[in-house]
């Protein structure tokens, strides 16, 4: 498949998501469809407590939805066993969390290298292309830095090019800038839309930043816990 063609990666239907509290059930999403194609970059903008993060934790193998399915490139997510979804997750699946959830005893390389590491690959086979993605970052010279030693924005840098080590074919992006200045949250924005382009992987980020929500080239809402196009 060459660059310029779509293939859908991830589709779901009628998603619901429902907790319980005491006697009546809370109902935070209502029969989603959506559909993740290859290269789509996908904002989704909506309120504090509006569902955005459950909808992308389980688009993402994260979290079980009530009711509905998760297709990824055809087979239904939570019908394959949990070695099987966790294999996909890993592999697959790139992550950017708010909280940059990088290990403080590791420095940056390592922690890039992590994901690697954990599917059991060789240290010398994941230098370079750890390298490469810090460099990528621009973050070459600071691969020997603990996180204590980064700046917020630093930080989240790595935790980018960490995501993107398995060369995932999908990012989830779960509001990357809720944590940061404006100059490092246009860093990071910018940065993220540059290696989605050079890259040709699907992003889809939730914000609650109505600016932000307006990068994407499929913008959609969360409102009562149903998907309308923004």
């Known amino acids: 498949m060459n660059k310029n063609q779509k293939e859908i990666i991830i589709k779901s239907n009628n998603i619901s998501k429902e907790y319980k509290t005491g006697s009546m059930p809370l109902t935070v999403l209502k029969k989603i469809d959506i559909e993740i194609n290859s290269g789509d970059f996908i904002t989704i903008v909506g309120a504090s407590g509006a569902g955005k993060s459950t909808l992308l934790h389980i688009l993402g193998a994260l979290d079980r ?11 239904n ?8 979804r966790a294999s996909i997750r890993n592999e697959k699946f790139g992550f950017v969390f ?6 403080p005893e590791f420095t940056a390389l390592e922690n890039v290298m992590m994901p690697g590491l954990i599917l059991r690959k060789e240290i010398h086979t994941l230098k370079k292309p750890a390298m490469n993605l810090l460099d990528a970052v621009g973050l070459s010279e600071r691969a020997k830095h603990f996180p204590n030693q980064l700046s917020g924005g630093e930080q989240q840098r790595v935790a980018i090019a960490r995501s993107l080590l398995n060369k995932p074919d999908i990012l989830f992006a779960d509001e990357p800038t809720g944590n940061l200045d404006e100059n490092s949250s246009n860093a ?10 050079e890259l040709n992987f699907a992003l889809i980020m939730v914000t609650h930043n109505t600016e932000l929500s307006q990068l994407g080239t499929t913008k959609l809402k969360i409102k009562n816990g149903t998907l309308i196009t923004n």
């Open 65 to 75: 939805p009530t009711k509905g399915t998760v297709l990824y490139h055809g087979d």
């Open 77 to 84: 997510l939570y019908k394959l066993s949990d070695s099987r």
């Open 98 to 103: 708010q909280f940059y959830h990088l290990m």
């Open 188 to 197: 990071v924005i910018g940065l993220l839309q540059k290696l989605q382009k």
